[in-house]
């Protein structure tokens, strides 16, 4: 082959391979950064309530005595406190209900502050009844010589009903404010991604008829147990 004809050759090939450079450059395009699209969410929080009438009544009974001496004073209240636990069990108060949760013994000062003339003691126990015996429970307690009381703290033994109800209206609650904020931002709300619970139980709002007449009367009322929730909702 001429030296010409070896110079032509090698140009054809270079030609060939800069079209084949440029169809390959062409078939695989440049990568592109292109954003992806957040997805819309729209976050709200809501509460929700129920109400229920107290079943139970809790008292703190107590009875204080003194004596001259720490020994006098410490025996003469434990023999109280007995008479006073012995009622409340003839009264039909299961022993699982009654809790001693304080037992006290202090000297008495003169009035100067120099001198002991005397000692006290006390024992309270703790009593749990259904509300409907709270007011004889009281009676009883005091007739056996109980000088303190303390109470009622009233609650509700179902709590859990009560709570997974006022959980279900704060979740309707939320779905309302995410199809409201929805409606005026221009979206649809689409299925939840995200909830978070809380909650508790708000102080009893108290009003009603007393449950006993012929006893010292006690009022049921009203307890209200709160729910909340922060409900996420994907939107488009």
Do not use: C
């Amino acid at each position: 082959m001429s030296g010409m004809n070896r110079f032509r050759t090698i140009l054809l090939l270079a030609a060939v391979l800069l079209v084949a450079a440029a169809i390959a450059g062409v078939a695989q395009p440049r990568l592109a950064h292109t954003a992806t699209p957040a997805t819309a969410t729209i976050t709200v929080s809501a509460d929700g309530t129920a109400n229920g009438v107290p079943d139970r009544a809790s008292f703190d009974f107590g009875v204080t005595t003194q004596a001259a001496t720490a020994s006098d004073a410490l025996s003469r209240n434990a023999g109280q406190a007995r008479a006073i636990v012995a009622a409340l069990k003839k009264a039909g108060i299961d022993a699982s209900s009654i809790q001693t949760t304080q037992v006290s013994l202090w000297p008495q000062m003169s009035s100067g502050g120099t001198q002991i003339v005397g000692y006290s003691a006390s024992n309270s126990v703790h009593v749990t009844v259904p509300i409907a015996s709270a007011g004889d429970t009281v009676d009883a307690a005091v007739a056996a010589g109980a000088n303190n009381v303390g109470g009622p703290s009233l609650s509700i033994a179902d709590q859990t009903s009560l709570y997974d109800e006022a959980l279900q209206q704060a979740l309707a609650n939320a779905k309302q404010k995410a199809q409201a904020i929805a409606v005026a931002t221009g979206l649809t709300v689409g299925g939840v991604v995200k909830v978070e619970e809380g909650g508790g139980q708000a102080p009893p709002l108290v009003y009603g008829n007393a449950v006993a007449t012929a006893a010292t009367p006690v009022e049921a009322g009203t307890q209200q147990v709160q729910a909340s929730v922060t409900v996420t909702y994907s939107a488009s």
